[in-house]
């Protein structure tokens, strides 16, 4: 680091020295490999949105940078030992691990007349599928084809009033239960998947749904304001997510990365929000996660903070409702969706960001979902009940408020 200051300084002077003296003596050509560096990190800088760009060009915080603080970047670059996390924003002490994702998955989110709870369905193919099956699951071709036309996920809500109002410090609430469906080999122990049930059966395999996520609300011991949610998997792996009850938005962390629902409207208002964007962020950036009284702080010993701000973070998923079905087909009804970026299987099915396999045809099915997408979109469910139950409050009262006589 000395180097890079020295040489970031050197640079500096020189340049104030030629503007002093006025010469016109040449500046010594940037090198090839500096050049190629800058270029690199400029037009693929792991700060972009997946969703063409759309967010740096909607984002009103763009920093812009002069030809100077772009050569001074270069020169540090340069001198920066190897690492997994790429971009310039590294030489200032930014330090972002977003992956380098390559596809974009569509899961929508629909409800069943008469069915209780809601669905979520891998993949657009996947819940046409479904509705041309009209709505079957014992069909045996559907073990075939890697489930396409078969729910992921079916989330139950448990307590609803008893999860909003009577959330304690002693003990942690149930909010909602998540089923998953999924082929297995039929010699496989079921005894390890909790509450199963077989839908369909052949020769080979067979289709079960099992009880695949338990979320729970708990009030925190040191802050009644500060809200905690705990995602329990069958397996035993436990995901938390953070909030406080005053303030917007809330945080977890998947696979090692800090992330925010940023939009997710909370219990800071009685209105329910229809956006809401994944963002990775920074590494050293505080969150809800390591707070207690939901004033973020910038001050960390020893430690270099990111304060750069949310508009600048690079987008991992966002769940709209702007795809809403009015009216039912077939006897659903989508509810919203959620679009998530992911890593297209290179060889590498040991990532939970990964694909299982190579198999295209297949990745539209249920068999082919990457374990990070699982849990973020058991996440999206319970977000989803949360802002859409608001809503739902506020279009029951619409009419009777309509109704008053105008002065």
Not at 136 to 160: E, M, R, W, Y
Not at 319 to 337: G, H, I, N, Q
Not at 380 to 401: A, D, F, Q, T
Request: glycine share 6%.
């Amino acid at each position: 680091m000395n180097r890079v200051r020295a040489l970031m300084g050197g640079r500096r002077r020189r340049t104030s020295a030629n503007s002093a003296t006025h010469t016109n003596t040449t500046p010594t050509p940037t090198s090839t490999n500096e050049t190629s560096t800058i270029v690199a990190h400029t037009n693929e800088s792991d700060q972009f949105s997946f969703f063409d760009q759309q967010t740096i060009t909607d984002d009103e915080n763009v920093e812009v940078v002069d030809e100077e603080d772009i050569a001074t970047i270069g020169d540090a670059q340069t001198f920066i030992s190897e690492s997994q996390t790429i971009g310039d924003l590294q030489t200032r002490g930014y330090v972002n691990r977003c992956p380098n994702f390559n596809s974009i998955r569509t899961i929508p989110l629909v409800s069943i007349l008469l069915t209780r709870g809601f669905f979520a369905f891998s993949s657009e193919v996947s819940y046409t599928a479904f509705l041309s099956n009209k709505r079957k699951l014992d069909d045996t071709s559907l073990l075939n084809n890697g489930g396409i036309g078969v729910p992921l996920f079916h989330a139950v809500v448990s307590n609803v009033i008893k999860s909003l109002l009577g959330s304690s410090k002693q003990k942690a609430e149930p909010v909602m239960k998540i089923f998953k469906y999924q082929i297995v080999d039929n010699g496989i122990n079921l005894s390890d998947f909790p509450n199963f049930e077989i839908l369909s059966q052949d020769n080979d395999v067979k289709l079960i749904k099992f009880e695949f996520c338990q979320i729970s609300k708990q009030i925190d011991h040191f802050n009644s304001s500060k809200v905690i949610h705990t995602l329990t998997f069958y397996s035993g792996k436990e995901v938390k997510m953070v909030n406080f009850s005053e303030k917007r938005d809330i945080d977890t962390n998947v696979d090692d990365l800090p992330l925010r629902w940023f939009g997710f409207s909370g219990f800071a208002s009685p209105f329910g929000s229809n956006d809401i964007k994944l963002l990775v962020l920074d590494d050293h950036m505080p969150t809800f996660m390591n707070e207690n009284n939901g004033s973020i702080s910038n001050t960390v010993s020893g430690t270099h903070i990111s304060n750069r701000s949310l508009g600048a973070m690079p987008i991992w998923g966002r769940f709209s409702d702007a795809t809403t079905s009015m009216l039912p087909t077939k006897r659903t009804v989508k509810l919203a969706e959620f679009k998530i970026k992911e890593v297209a299987n290179q060889g590498n099915s040991s990532s939970p960001l990964a694909d299982i396999n190579t198999d295209t045809s297949l990745q539209d099915g249920i068999t082919q979902v990457p374990e990070s997408t699982q849990i973020l979109t058991c996440m999206c469910m319970m977000l989803n009940e949360y802002e859409s139950r608001k809503e739902r409050r506020h279009k029951n009262l619409s009419p009777s408020v309509s109704a008053l006589p105008s002065e």
